[in-house]
């Protein structure tokens, strides 16, 4: 298939617009339809094919027909990031972060000219450089990159000394690619976590969720929520609001391409806050939360959307919510489709 998007008619592009399913011609052609579209869409287009996609905004892309498999790889740019820092001779790391590290705002400069001398430090574009990675192919950079970002308005050199450490890992793992797809069924599945106050500037906890389509990571985040929660069991829930949100976002999308889905299966680790999105009733401990965080309720009911309880050992997205030791890092960054 190649990376080519059809034209289509205005009533088409209306009934797409009112969430109807592509139109099954467009779905899954052979590669002799593909070529006589290509060539039809060359009489009224300055069109060039130029065959399967092989590059993509920084990203090397390959396919493989036989395990119906996508590999996303930007081993380029983090060649690239390397060279612009000069890190390119630095010596990997096993980790993004340092497990004993606690970025916070104790760690911003004292004085002017403390500030004046980070002033000539790249630290923006460092940032940058890494949110890039992290939304692309690099989920597993997202925590780390997520805490960096909140000091660029102040960064000390304890921030940047960490921000090269997530360099150094990134060389250290620039053979590292994101495989999606495969034989599994289409099913979508999420991982909803959330970190209880684990910001020490603010007291709030940091919502996180990975969606997958039987292998592979397709979506995740790392947001910090707008509240401080008061209790463990609200920090999950909330974080259990924002990841169905994602979920209904993609069971649209995957009707609209053709796969429509039945009931999607978000995993969490806290009992008490599946037990929440099952009973839509005010209790002493939680009428205290946003109402708008309850509509999760209506979707259980439906039946369309369900939690189901996972033991942190095996919850992909704690990776999303704090610096992990060697091993774990290496067993949850599998699970998001990252491969060596």
Not at 79 to 98: E, K, Y
Not at 133 to 161: C, E, V
Not at 171 to 179: A, H, Q
């Amino acid at each position: 298939m190649r990376n080519l998007i059809p034209l289509l008619t205005a009533y088409e592009k209306e009934h797409i617009s009112e969430r109807q399913p592509l139109p099954e011609r467009y779905l899954g052609l052979t590669d002799a339809e593909m070529e006589s579209l290509i060539k039809d869409l060359q009489k009224v287009l300055d069109l060039i094919d130029m065959g399967d996609i092989k590059w993509f905004l920084g990203m090397e892309i390959t396919h493989d027909c036989a395990a119906q498999t996508v590999t996303l790889s930007q081993a380029a740019y983090i060649n690239t990031i390397a060279h612009r820092f000069s890190m390119q001779d630095s010596h990997p790391v096993s980790t993004p972060l340092d497990m004993n590290v606690i970025l916070s705002k104790d760690l911003c400069p004292k004085d002017d000219e403390a500030r004046h001398l980070m002033m000539k430090v790249p630290y923006l574009s460092g940032v940058g450089s890494l949110m890039y990675m992290s939304m692309a192919t690099h989920p597993d950079i997202t925590y780390t990159t997520n805490k960096l970002s909140q000091f660029s308005a102040d960064p000390g050199t304890r921030h940047w000394t960490a921000l090269q450490r997530v360099i150094q890992y990134l060389i250290g793992t620039r053979n590292t690619v994101l495989v999606l797809g495969g034989t599994n069924p289409i099913a979508l599945v999420g991982w909803a976590d959330a970190d209880f106050a684990r910001c020490l500037d603010t007291c709030q906890s940091t919502s996180r969720f990975m969606f997958s389509l039987g292998s592979g990571a397709i979506s995740w985040s790392s947001k910090r929520q707008a509240t401080v929660s008061t209790l463990t069991c609200e920090a999950k829930y909330i974080a259990s609001c924002h990841a169905m949100k994602e979920a209904l976002w993609l069971r649209k999308l995957m009707t609209l391409l053709g796969h429509p889905q039945d009931t999607t299966k978000i995993w969490n680790n806290n009992a008490g806050s599946i037990i929440l999105t099952k009973d839509p009733s005010f209790h002493a401990c939680t009428k205290h939360i946003d109402i708008q965080y309850h509509f999760v309720c209506e979707w259980v009911q439906s039946n369309k959307i369900i939690f189901k309880y996972l033991h942190t050992a095996e919850m992909p997205a704690d990776m999303l919510t704090k610096s992990l030791a060697h091993p774990k890092h290496i067993k949850f960054s599998a699970m998001f489709g990252l491969r060596s």
